[in-house]
């Protein structure tokens, strides 16, 4: 089994740059946009668009594609659970915009702390197939933050990964992204070895998911997406695993960039 390098680290991006609308009077702070803005910068989402630009829907009410063109469409997703994003909205320090250039910081929502699904944590006691469908049918349901302790954590875990597991029976072509930033302790590593290192940890992490979603959705892509140093790196789960196919920097995306100089310092 592959090992993950003990030296590689990952960071939750900041709770603007992932959390729709955290930021009051700031429209910017939803991570679609700056996802299409990176899918239109790349050659090889270009490529399947036949070269035409991807735009996002008019509105998602009935479950729309989040960047779509006449011959090519995909889905969004973040790749964490529903508790630990919501727990990092309540205890992450409120942002306000007064007026363009000038913000607030307010006291977070909640103080304290609450237990949490780490989703890919999660993942690696799943080791079968069996094991995802019992999940699926599971009668697993969601503990209110308010009422989660040490002691119930463990009913919460499965309701998490279920959610995740129904993302993969979606017949879409999904860009899954992990809104994380990689980094490395103390070594410095070549990006196309850095890209390596990545890679053998998410496969650790989700190669079976993915191969399950495989056995639902054969003629459906599954892109894996995350950040490292300044720049996107896009990996296709193909012939059995991850490969890398493009590296996008940061810089492509107005939005991304712009989010990350207000709000991404010290991440």
Do not use: W
């Not at 270009?46 to 729309?64: C, F, I, Q, V, W």
């Not at 973040?78 to 007064?98: C, N, R």
């Not at 989660?148 to 999904?174: A, C, G, S, Y």
């Not at 790196?233 to 100089?261: A, D, F, H, M």
Request: charged content about 30%; glycine content about 4%; hydrophobic content about 35%.
């Amino acid at each position: 089994m592959t090992e993950i390098n003990k030296k590689l680290r990952s960071g939750l991006l900041p709770a603007p740059m992932i959390i729709k609308n955290y930021v009051e009077g700031d429209e910017n702070c939803n991570y679609e946009k700056y996802l299409l803005e990176i899918v239109n910068a790349s050659e090889m989402f270009r490529l399947l668009s036949g070269g035409k630009e991807y735009t996002a829907p008019d509105n998602e009410a009935h479950g729309e594609n989040d960047a779509n063109s006449e011959e090519y469409s995909l889905d969004f997703k973040l790749v964490e659970s529903s508790s630990y994003l919501e727990a990092y909205k309540q205890y992450s320090a409120g942002i306000e915009v007064l007026v363009p250039g000038v913000k607030m910081i307010c006291e977070s929502r909640k103080r304290g702390s609450v237990p949490v699904t780490k989703l890919h944590c999660a993942l690696r006691d799943i080791k079968t197939f069996a094991q995802i469908e019992n999940i699926l049918n599971s009668e697993s349901k969601y503990v209110p933050m308010d009422t989660r302790t040490i002691d119930n954590i463990d009913e919460q875990i499965p309701v998490d990964m279920k959610t995740f597991f129904k993302v993969l029976h979606k017949n879409k072509n999904l860009l899954l992204f992990i809104p994380e930033k990689f980094s490395f302790d103390g070594e410095d590593y070549e990006l196309s070895e850095a890209i390596e290192i990545i890679k053998d940890a998410l496969s650790v992490d989700y190669l079976l998911s993915l191969e399950y979603r495989k056995t639902k959705n054969a003629e459906k892509d599954t892109f894996l997406m995350c950040v490292y140093d300044k720049q996107f790196l896009i990996y296709k789960y193909e012939n059995g695993g991850l490969v890398i196919k493009e590296v996008v920097p940061q810089i492509k995306s107005r939005t991304y960039t712009r989010l990350y100089c207000d709000y991404g310092s010290g991440y």
